[in-house]
């Protein structure tokens, strides 16, 4: 990692001010520790030699802590903790005997630097200055902390030369994940390993009074130690195995087979209605005939003329009926509108209302119905979630004729409970399926995960470079085939997911979700309907409304079951799109700050990124 040119001249003052202090600090104490003969000036060298490096760690990984302009009390408690460190190391490199004074002295500085470790987390999130850099200096400082007292046990004869595996697990662990990548994936938070990192400290540190014979010394150091090897063993088991906890708690807590069933079923009636099947959907005890409107042909409309012989319905979303001036544009929530078809209505005719780049546009004399209107909602629903236009044809049938359906037929029944609830059950069912290590030209150090539903729905991408830790800075990029793969120059989706891996990579670590939401969540043949009409005239808006979406379908409760798994709840969001800021929020994560993701137009999306500011709210 290299200093960034750019950071903060206050961050850099008071960083610089804190280290000076400290290195004060670390002189007085050297000075005061010589009267007990702990201390002696080879010991005080390599002390300030350690310190040395410590203080180019953090010159160098100071941009983790952007856009802080200041260090901050938690890092200040952490570096009076890497002082300690630093002096035990020091000690230690002296050889000298330690007395019976130096060693209560080595017990008191130890309690103390033991106590700050509680201190510095708190202080971090109390005062907003949590940062990647923050999160990795404790890190890196408690493990250096075990291992100096480690050392400190074993040279005071308390316990063998064993001992100094527990300062050096931690090492041998992060060693062993450059030859396997998959032990350098994030874990998440864990009880456990505090619990066992605070056991560990407490007892060499005791192992180091006086009244503390040998042999119960190397008792409670054997102890803490089966645990720390516990601890990584069971970490290590989880990274192997390359599952969650949540995955984990499975065996003992299956997911209600209710959930599974529910998936199934959204998930077959959007394969029928893809390819142009009928479906029965059931809603408040009534059950209706449900197609697609885009696939209708004139086979499916004489076969509903049989099944329903009743009056038909054309539902449409309320935007598309406004563009079609058969209802006024919506001001509030979403809602649908329900059209009562005509006798002998042709299948071109109700393509083309669904269709606005029909080739041709024809017009029907229809009127607005009322009722139905939570099944019209839900069809509506599985229609987009299906990628197909959102228009759908709705006929009512007795509870015998459905009955039948399924029974003689192998109709397909759905509910409509079943279809709104499925986005947050198949989120909730996300588990990670494959895991690689993929080098990227702006980012080497680069594993990418995969995440699928349980219905076998399509998968979210996980991009994680580097090893993020605590505030992770964090991109959402929704999938673009024309400019990520294509490098279409419509839009800005390929600059901000090239930009985004390059700006990670800058900073250290973090993860770019890829998620699976062509155009705005409206799927990729929209998304080209909708260029078409913006050839027309329309903006990015305006286009989806015309073809009745709403501007923006997309939804990020897969990105927060994604980063839950992953171990992050508090995260630094790179995004101009405050919705998104306030859509990861709602589904339960902490974005403690936004961090700002813009790049120039190109000369061909000027329009598009001018409404992006204007309409949708993006700060460019």
């Not at 470790?117 to 907003?128: C, E, K, L, T």
């Not at 850099?133 to 040279?155: H, N, T, W």
């Not at 139905?372 to 509506?380: L, N, Q, S």
């Not at 990670?504 to 062509?518: D, H, M, T």
Request: proline share 5%; glycine share 10%.
């Amino acid at each position: 990692m290299r200093p960034h040119p750019l950071l903060p001249r206050p961050l850099l003052f008071d960083a610089g001010v804190q280290l000076l202090l400290l290195a004060g600090g670390l002189g007085l104490a050297s000075l005061a520790l010589t009267p007990v003969e702990a201390l002696g000036w080879r010991g005080a060298i390599v002390a300030f030699a350690l310190y040395g490096v410590i203080a180019a760690f953090i010159l160098n990984g100071l941009s983790h802590h952007a856009p802080h302009h200041r260090f901050g009390l938690a890092n200040s408690v952490t570096l009076s903790r890497a002082a300690a460190a630093a002096l035990f190391v020091g000690i230690v490199g002296d050889g000298a005997s330690l007395g019976e004074n130096a060693r209560w002295v080595l017990v008191a500085i130890g309690t103390v630097a033991l106590l700050l470790d509680g201190v510095d987390g708190w202080a971090a999130r109390r005062s907003g200055l949590a940062s990647a850099f923050g999160a990795r200096f404790d890190m890196e400082v408690d493990a250096l902390f075990i291992l100096a007292l480690s050392a400190l046990v074993q040279i005071t004869g308390q316990a063998g030369p064993w001992v100094l595996l527990s300062g050096f697990l931690r090492y041998i662990f992060v060693g062993a994940g450059w030859v396997w990548p998959r032990l350098a994936s994030p874990l998440p938070p864990s009880l456990r390993r505090k619990a066992i990192c605070v056991i560990q400290g407490a007892v060499l540190v005791t192992a180091l009074a006086p009244p503390v014979g040998p042999d119960l010394a190397r008792f409670l150091c054997l102890g803490a130690l089966a645990l720390l090897i516990y601890s990584f063993a069971a970490d290590g088991v989880w990274l192997v195995a390359g599952t969650s906890k949540r995955v984990m708690m499975a065996f003992l807590q299956p997911t209600p087979a209710l959930d599974a069933r529910l998936l199934r079923r959204v998930d077959h009636a959007i394969t029928d209605a893809r390819r142009g099947a009928f479906f029965l959907l059931h809603h408040a005890g009534q059950a209706f005939l449900v197609q697609a409107a885009e696939t209708v042909s004139s086979e499916s409309l004489a076969r509903l003329t049989d099944l329903a012989p009743g009056q038909s319905f054309l539902v449409l979303t309320r935007r598309r009926a406004a563009a079609l001036a058969w209802a006024a544009a919506p001001t509030g929530p979403k809602g649908t509108v329900l059209l009562r078809l005509p006798g002998g209505v042709d299948a071109t005719a109700l393509r083309d209302l669904a269709d606005p780049t029909a080739p041709t546009q024809t017009r029907l004399s229809v009127t607005e119905a009322t009722g139905f209107d939570g099944a019209a909602d839900a069809a509506i629903e599985l229609v987009k979630l299906a990628r197909l236009l959102p228009a759908a044809i709705l006929a009512p049938v007795s509870a015998a004729e459905a009955q039948r359906l399924g029974h003689e037929e192998g109709m397909l029944s759905v509910g409509s409970s079943d279809i709104l609830a499925y986005q947050a059950t198949a989120s909730a069912s996300l588990r990670q399926v494959s895991e690689a290590r993929v080098p990227l030209a702006d980012a080497i150090d680069t594993r990418i995960l995969a995440f699928r539903p349980s219905d076998g729905g399509i998968e979210h991408i996980a991009i994680v470079i580097g090893r993020p830790a605590g505030d992770v800075l964090v991109r959402l990029h929704s999938e673009c085939f024309t400019g990520d793969l294509l490098g279409s120059l419509r839009c800005d989706c390929g600059d901000q997911l090239r930009g985004a891996i390059a700006e990670i990579a800058e900073v250290g670590s973090g993860v770019l979700l890829y998620l699976a939401q062509e155009g705005r969540g409206i799927g990729l043949v929209n998304k080209l309907r909708a260029y078409e009409l913006q050839d027309s005239g329309h903006d990015t808006i305006d286009a989806n409304e015309e073809l009745g979406f709403d501007a923006d379908e997309r939804v990020y409760l897969p990105a927060a079951e994604m980063l839950r798994q992953l171990g992050f709840t508090r995260v630094r969001l790179l995004t101009n799109n405050p919705e998104k800021v306030a859509a990861l929020t709602r589904c339960g994560i902490a974005v403690i700050e936004r961090v700002p993701h813009i790049f120039p137009a190109n000369g061909h999306n000027d329009r598009y990124l001018r409404t992006k500011a204007t309409r949708s709210g993006h700060l460019l």
